[in-house]
């Protein structure tokens, strides 16, 4: 199975600021990683897929980048609603989807 | 598009639960659905997808003969039947929808809130 791993674990960053979110993968997934956001009591939303495509309603402060093994979540001047749970999951290799542990951003 | 989970519930260990995913916003028949869980402190876990037709079913090694998901497409709802729980199956269980376009070869499109599911003697 493909193991992803994420980094940092917490991220502290002030709003209007940037934040940047890695994966990693333990063999290359081309470019089938996902990017999702959840909140305390919410669904989980789907932010970036195939790497650096934003999904349907995602503003544009949010992109992404990278392939193979190495991926990056890249949220340009943060704003409020944006602290929360990111996790990573690629789809390139399954069963099983694996996902990372994921990276809380906080104030 | 929403997914609503329900069934969710404190069980002892060796207990069962069937866990239901009531969807509704797309053609439920056409779309494979997965489980995918989340246990305090962990990075979510894929469990278990079924196929729109419910023909094709794959589970992760950690429930494989322990779970069982299935769906009636004339309720439009998917279920997961958790039986032999452990300790460790405690969890938040969310149902998810791929995209109509890419499938199940894509990411999770959308999710429900989830069902807490509580494995304790």
């Known amino acids: 199975d493909i193991v992803m791993t994420q980094f940092p674990a917490t991220l502290s960053v002030s709003p209007g600021e940037r934040a940047t979110l890695s994966c990693r993968a333990s063999?290359?997934?081309?470019?089938?990683l996902a990017w999702y956001q959840r909140k305390p009591g919410q669904a989980p939303r789907l932010l970036i897929y195939?790497?650096?495509t934003r999904a349907t309603g995602i503003p544009d402060r949010f992109s992404g980048s990278g392939s193979g093994t190495e991926f990056t979540l890249t949220i340009s001047s943060l704003q409020s609603e944006d602290f929360a749970l990111y996790f990573c999951?690629?789809?390139?290799?399954?069963?099983?989807?694996?996902f990372g542990p994921g990276t809380k951003l906080e104030i | 598009v929403q997914l609503l989970e329900s069934g969710g519930g404190l069980v002892e260990p060796g207990g069962s639960l069937r866990l239901s995913c009531a969807a509704s916003?797309?053609?439920?028949?056409?779309?494979?659905i997965s489980w995918v869980r989340q246990a305090p402190g962990k990075g979510p876990e894929w469990v278990s997808l079924v196929s729109g037709s419910g023909a094709t079913t794959y589970y992760a090694d950690s429930v494989k003969g322990r779970f069982t998901v299935s769906r009636d497409n004339s309720r439009n709802t998917a279920y997961l039947q958790v039986d032999s729980l452990r300790v460790d199956d405690t969890a938040i269980y969310y149902c998810?929808?791929?995209?109509?376009?890419?499938?199940?070869?894509?990411?999770?499109?959308?999710w429900g809130q989830g069902t807490l599911v509580t494995v304790s003697s």
């Open positions: 195939a790497a650096s």
């Open positions: 063999q290359s997934v081309g470019s089938s």
């Open positions: 999951q690629q789809y390139g290799d399954w069963p099983p989807y694996t």
């Open positions: 998810a929808k791929y995209s109509t376009i890419i499938g199940w070869n894509g990411p999770l499109e959308s």
């Open positions: 916003g797309f053609t439920f028949k056409m779309e494979a």
